[in-house]
């Protein structure tokens, strides 16, 4: 197996836990090397400790970070909302009914459209470095389309997610959408689909549906995640944590309760900053979160309504400037924590048998990610020990 060591890297992040004692949070080193074989790292250390391999790059002095692990997306829709974002942006607020304007657009997709969709939007991510995603169905919304946009996902992932729970379409009632939900539209994603979802808010799924539809999920062999807390106050955070999910998404609006539930129960918070920016909604207590000792991950929720934005790196700057977390913290949530709230410890950190999904940003350091918003800082990217985006000499 062909062996490649990458020199000169001037910080590399690791997030090995082993690390922390030096290199803190993120595990820093600096002046390191790595060095990939196949698919895995086999080495991390000290660039001058580096072992021999056959093909030798140098980052020239530059940053290597783990690969962004986007733990939240929507990518299997068809049409543009460009115009909802512009009325909005001149004083409607959002619901979530616009879900159904997606839904319409989606259905009357082809499979090949959709697929080259998704295709397109899963390079622009990893362009940016993303080399792990979760991908939601859930603008098919029936038996037909969520179980396709499923089998359009896998295609692009093992992190699929199920949430024909999403909005309850025009053409039935909330009784007869659960059943549906929870019946032949479950049978029909599941061989599809790793994972459960349900939009659990105000004008979407109250907690008591939630909590049957995850119920359903579960006895179907997925594993539950939830959309809770994002544009009201309730139930949803505390349902999570009494059901011991790996993660619960947005906590916008969070009680002390919830707080001490997220607490109590390890469930980790991931946060969508990209959406509040997007809809101009206050943005979720990253600091308070994190003070109390709730684990903190950051997803993009790229989708056509709320938030159409699939930079890891932006989610990361506005982490930093709105939220109050660190760079560090930032980083770490992008990444490790990410790949955590997926129930994965194979990716979001690098230490010898872990993937090779490496990062090397054209910066001497991870805190430009936050200090340098808005500009494409990814110069290469590494994906399972292959190079997937790449610039002279890091390419191998
Ligand atoms: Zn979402």
New binding site residues.
Partial sequence: MTTTVITGIGELVTNDPARAEQGGLLGLLTDAAVVVEGRRIAWVGPAADAPDADVQVDAGGRAVIPGFVDS?S?LVFAGDRSAEFEARMTGQPYTAGGIRTTVARTRAATDEQLTSHVARLVAEMRTQGTTTVEIKSGYGLSVHDEARSLAVARQFTDETTFLGAHVVPADTTPEDYVALVTGPMLAAAAPHARWIDVFCEDGAFDVDQARAILQAGTDSGLRGRL?ANQLTYGGGVRLACELGLVAV?HCTFLADADVDALVSSGTIATLLPGVEFSTRQPYPDARGLLDAGVRVALAS?C?PGSCFTSSMALCIALAVREMRMSPAEALHAATATGAAALDRDDVGVLAPGKAADLVLLDAPSHVHLAYRPGVPLVAGVWQAGRPVVGTPGWSG
């Fill in positions: 939240h929507h959309h998404d929720d989708n």
